[in-house]
């Protein structure tokens, strides 16, 4: 029984010596203190710009980031069963898309752009110029089922008729891009079809351009996983790596082409110009999106008259959510394509007992009534008011009775509280909390209606963080808060 | 075929026209084999030059791999050998119903795609048990999982080993200690153990080798997370996955070096204490 005991001792010690080898490693980036390390999962072919950019912020800020290398497929899979991890760089669209149809992402911030090339080793010694020039060489291509490049490649090429020759004469389908680089490296085939960063992360290679190919560009993005415990952080990083003045910067030096970016910092401000209708919709929304963003959202709100005229004069907010689309038609040239997200109707507000007997909009031209309108050039809803009634014939009857013309409409709807006035022509979206004292008179004539859209400064510098700012107006949660307020969602947003 | 005594064959053991040609198949069957290894290797040295040799070492996380894999390779194999004994032993020695059916199971991780190991491993922690033994010992993503993805497997072939070994063992030695008043712990211990010598070895040089390729299971259960789960095959893979062909040789050979290495000392080592001791 000694040699039992012998045996159980040895083997202890052994492992307890093991186990302290472990722990005596050099105490890597993992342990930074007090906070938690960010666990990225990163396509392993986009390793050496990552790579760099992760030491860099880790140096910058003191936040250990945490690469997890694998192919994307295999990434995708990993998470999804771990259920843990903040964020998610895969090696093409495809495979975010999958994550997205499987709301495991929140926001997705693009870094790079890549297009399918056919690549050969330097000097092109097959001297190959296109695809068909392939079909007289040993060609390797990623399978299509496992790669991105593979399916894309598939599809671009059946269009043009020259997929099945290819795939006849093909000899060998790869699992991923690199395996097809390496085989061409190698010597093992003549050429391949590739992306183009790829192909330019290997000295030994050169690629030669196919116009068949160029529309199949893609981008690389990185997405916030659902179930980060620590979105800010992750989305600081996210932000930095898709910095142009920061993380794309390397990009460009390991061969990727960039996507724009926005400008780096690490709590961006930003202005949004909001017409004042807006206000109660979207105040709780923005203040989630700053919190999450770890961003300082300034809002100027006002009628939207007021915002077109600051912004003639030189002023350019990062973006601009109008109270109707006229008044985006005005500064159309400082933004991009604006998107409609609400609407609301213009109504009538009366007294709750309505002594004046006003039910039309016809009613207000009755002498003798105290009137409030907005102001037709400071706001929206006072030019659409001025439109509806010159429609109607009614403007210069109506006008005679008008005492009060003030540029947003909430300031309507305080003077009706004091009993100043006998009526105000407002939009339906300002009339949710005063329900109790008014009676609310919807207008039926056509174009008693405004539209809101939102569209996001061509010079900003934070361009991407305004469009994900539209994302979170867009989303369901922001939907019920326009609806609970007396909003419609517009209808092009259930594209 | 030559006729004679087989003392005539111990001091003659080429002589006749008739052995000749069966020896010199046997031995360009083998050498043919033994060429490809060399071969191989050859190639390998042909794609790479000293410089990446020692841009690898000097690298401090080819350094960490390859320390993790040392060590978790050799934890690996001591929890497989505890493992292993009386599981081989068992089977070995006893009938009992179910025993066909217990085989295969033991054969499940043999089997079964070593990507299909890692999965399963990661989907096992994430059920409430796991979830709340990770409470306690974090395993997922962490340096536990190296070791728990290589003992999966590598166990399954000490129990092979371990149990091809007794079964050759004659249980007849182990009945007479029985009979001469040992209890069962002694018989093995006193009688069977030292028998197994030989086995343990190949069994814990198997379980050993076996867990320093061990890749796949590693590359989904514990991620590929430099300075932390990233053992040798993983940085082979994560080199060859950017085009770096020649550090993900330098660093297979540096993996073949260490295999021989540790693989030729167990097996001297070894050897003199087996010899050094009556069989």
Redo the contacts between chains.
Sequence with gaps: ?N??RNLLIF?AL??AI??L??RS??T???AMPGKAPL?VYCA??I??PV?AVARAYEQAYGVSI??????SG?LL??LR????GDLFLAADESYLLIAQTNHLLEEVIPLSRMVPVIAVRKGNPKNIQNVADLLAVEVALANPEAAAVGKITRDLLRKTGEWEALEKGVRVFKP?V?DV??DI??GTVDAGIIWDA?AR??PELELVAVPALVSGEQRVSIGVLKFSEQPTAALRFARYLGARDKGLKEFARFGYQPVEGDVWAETPAVVLFSGGVNRVAIEETIQRFENREGARVTRVYNGCGILVSQMKSGQRPDAYFACDTSFMREVTALFSDPVNISRTAMVLLVPTANPKSIRTLADLAKPGLRLGLANEEQSALGALTARLLRAQGLYDRVMANVKVQTPTADLLVNQMRTGSLDAVVVYEANTSQVKEFFTVIPLTEPGAQATQPYAVGKNSEHRLLMERLLAALRSAESQKRFQSVGFQWSEEEHE | MAQGTSGDRARHPTRGPSDAPFLISLGVISSLYILLILAMLVADASFTAPKHFWQAVQSREIRYAIKLSLISCSLTTIFSIWVALPIGYLMSRYQFPGKVLLDAILDIPIVLPPLVIGLSLLILFQTPLGRAFQQVVPVTYEIPSVIIAQFSVACAFAVRTLRATFEQINPRQEQVALTLGCRRSQAFWLVVFPEARRGLLTAATLAWARSLGEFGPILIFSGATRMRTEVLPTTVFLELSVGNIEAAVAVSLLMVMAAVAVLVVIRVFGWEKTLGRPL
Excluded: C, D, F, H
């Design positions: 029984m040699r039992a083997s052994a492992v093991l186990i080898l472990l490693k050099p890597p980036s993992a666990v392993a072919g390793k050496p790579e945490q690469l997890q290398y694998g192919g295999t899979s990993n069963v771990a259920g843990r991923t690199n680089a390496n490296k190698l790829t992360q290997y």
